[in-house]
């Protein structure tokens, strides 16, 4: 059906009338656009291995309608030969793909219903949606954070990984570890996301939502965005702390361009997509179209590339998926082996932190984030978690790594304990 414009009307319940519906997803750009969806409808999950023909099956048999979705880092798994042993704390599905019975396009402030129709219980839901977004809290039932492993432990780590590279094992590594907090009872998850997302006010800002599992997505990097035949990707990798005044501020992202280890890890990780992409892209279509970008947000400051290429008709959504996932900037370099190396070192299983979570529009175009500067909860076993990991190399100082975690972090973590 066309999409519908919503009346200027004042709809309101009382805060407690929210009732959860089967999923919840609203991605946030923070800049002038926003999707609401929610609303029972199809969906397709996979606890374990992947079966990308009945993904790219239900993908196409829903083609002119909204999708959403994720996928977990553990998706590597079913497209390499590798596994994950370490301890699940989240028990999220390994990807979940929903088509929602409702779908709200917020553009410069205009509402349109582009999916779904306008019933007096989806107006409701709307209004008390946005009114959620406005309750910025520190929720009472989240406790504290610790971490998994101890800064003796992580540097131990990051040190065994960097004997790994001057073997020539790996070039380039992302090492992670996970800050988390147990018996959390999170009363009002909309609100929470609300407080998460006036700290970072990311670009690939996200609330997810289905049946436990809820994601607070802060997201700063785009994983793989298409539109028609274009495909571009724009990893980060690179990070400076915000200055406490305006010329501090200029220093450090001065300083964060012109650091010879950054731009090291920025442009091997370049490679690496380049590599990826050229999997899938018409021949001689691979272009570095931004490199060593400098980035600014609520936070930090961000060393970002682009790189974008053609894809013909034939090239499909999973296609893409296979030839690109998990994003290099999230892996290291040559991917494979790095992958091995942080199964083997870290402490937690990702799970759908170092994932993606996207949407997929009724023409076929889509754009996926990078799960980081996330938090990730499960509702029935009140556990909540916050993964954050950052780019070793040969010239690596593991306590400036260290340092790096904590930058990345520390204000979100702060935003949600108080």
């Known amino acids: ?37 929610f609303g029972k409808g199809t969906s397709i999950s996979f606890e374990q291995s992947i079966d990308f023909n009945a993904l790219q099956a239900f993908i196409t048999a829903h083609k002119g309608k909204f999708i959403y979705g994720y996928l977990s880092y553990d998706v590597k798994n079913s497209i390499e030969q590798l596994t994950s042993s370490n301890t699940d704390h989240l028990h999220f599905p390994v990807l ?55 800064k003796e432990e992580y540097l131990k780590a990051v040190n065994k990984l960097k004997e790994h590279i001057q073997r020539g094992d790996i070039y380039e590594i992302n ?13 009002d998850p909309v609100s929470v996301y609300a407080t998460i997302n006036t700290v970072t006010q990311a670009p690939f800002s996200v609330y997810l939502q289905h049946d436990q599992f809820h994601a607070f997505c802060g997201s ?37 361009v012109n650091n010879p280890k950054e731009r090291s890890e920025n442009v091997m990780i370049v490679d690496l997509v380049r590599n990826d992409l050229s999997k899938i892209a018409e021949k001689g279509t691979v272009t570095v179209d931004e490199l060593f970008g400098v980035y600014t947000y609520q936070t930090v400051h961000q060393l970002v ?32 082996s790095a992958m091995k190396l942080s199964e083997q070192y870290e402490s937690f299983k990702r799970g759908l932190y170092s994932g993606s979570i996207g949407y997929i529009l009724p023409n076929g175009d889509f754009d996926f984030n990078v799960v980081i500067r996330s938090l990730l909860y499960n509702s029935q076993t009140n556990y909540l978690s916050c993964g954050v990991g950052g780019a070793i190399t040969i010239n690596s100082d593991p306590e400036k790594e260290y340092e790096e975690c904590e930058t990345k972090v520390r204000k979100l973590l702060n935003a949600v304990t108080g």
Do not use: W
């Open 220 to 256: 700063p990097e785009r994983f793989l965005q298409k539109k028609g035949a274009t495909v571009r990707s724009q990893p980060i990798k690179g990070t400076a702390r915000r200055g406490a005044t305006e010329n501090e501020d200029e220093y450090l992202k001065t300083e964060l």
């Open 1 to 37: 059906m066309p999409a519908k414009t919503l009346k200027n009307k004042e709809y309101s319940l009382p805060s407690s009338s929210m009732e959860p519906t089967d999923s919840i997803a609203f991605f946030n750009s923070n800049a002038d656009t926003s999707y609401l969806c």
């Open 175 to 187: 090492f992670c570890q996970e800050y988390f907090s147990e018996q959390v009872e999170l009363t």
């Open 305 to 336: 590339s682009t790189i974008s290429c053609q894809v013909s008709e034939a090239v499909s959504f999973t296609d893409l998926i296979k030839a690109t996932f998990p994003m290099g900037s999230m892996t290291g370099a040559p991917k494979v």
């Open 96 to 150: 979940y793909f929903h088509v929602p019975e409702t779908v709200v396009k917020t553009e410069q402030g205009n509402q349109v219903i582009i999916q779904g129709v306008e019933t007096p219980e989806a107006m409701h839901f709307i209004a008390s949606f946005f009114r959620r977004l406005k309750t910025k809290t520190c929720d009472s039932g989240t406790g504290s954070f610790h971490a998994r492993i101890s």
